[in-house]
């Protein structure tokens, strides 16, 4: 039997838990800490974000793209208004001589003068440009009223003559017609009679 005390056979020293180590190397277990954000969240967002961007500019893009075609062909379209514009006193300076020869029809002048004016009038319709018919009624969008005249019978606001044509260019007023517009006659006021001066 072995005694405890003998020094000969000294009891094995006590060893410390394998955890105790990790336990001390850690210091920070024990408390907790904020958590950090996740990169791959932070990468997400950057490119939904870059993502967006794109998807803006390539709309804005194509929005301009569609505008330049669109101004580009209303710039075809109407490439000549101001030569036509210009053009236009020239055609009425043509119809009043036409007028003046059409006394006599038969002569070289008018008929000349007459192929000229079909050759004209091809021209403006194959630019686009188209007289503004007379409805009858005055419309304040495609004609100016120059004067008025009063008109018994009839009614106010109607077209009584036209003084100057009017052209449009497709769907755009080149000119106005000036024309001369109808008025009812105002009331003479009867002179008063005896009884009602009495």
């Known amino acids: 039997m072995h005694d405890a005390a003998n020094p000969a056979n000294p009891a094995p020293p006590a060893q410390a838990p394998d955890d105790a180590t990790e336990l001390d190397t850690n210091p920070s277990a024990g408390t907790a800490t904020p958590e950090s954000p996740d990169p791959w969240e932070e990468l997400e967002q950057e490119a939904a974000k870059w993502r967006e961007m794109a998807l803006r500019t390539a709309a804005e893009m194509d929005n301009l793209r569609k505008r330049s075609a669109r101004d580009r062909e209303e710039a075809i379209r109407y490439a000549n208004q101001r030569l036509l514009e210009e053009l236009l006193p020239v055609i009425d300076n043509f119809e009043m001589g036409m007028q003046a020869a059409a006394k006599d029809s038969q002569s070289m002048i008018f008929i000349g003068m007459d192929m000229v004016r079909r050759q004209l009038n091809e021209f403006l319709s194959s630019q686009g ?31 009584l003559r036209i003084t100057r044509r009017g052209f449009r260019l497709r769907d755009r007023l080149l000119r106005p017609a000036s024309v001369v517009v109808s008025k009812l006659p105002t009331a003479v006021p009867h002179p008063p009679t005896e009884a009602t001066q009495a």
Do not use: M
């Not at 495609?142 to 606001?157: K, S």
């Open 129 to 159: 440009v188209e007289e503004i018919p007379n409805s009858g009624i005055f419309d304040p969008n495609l004609q100016d009223a120059v004067a008025e005249e009063t008109c018994a019978a009839g009614e106010e606001g109607r077209v």
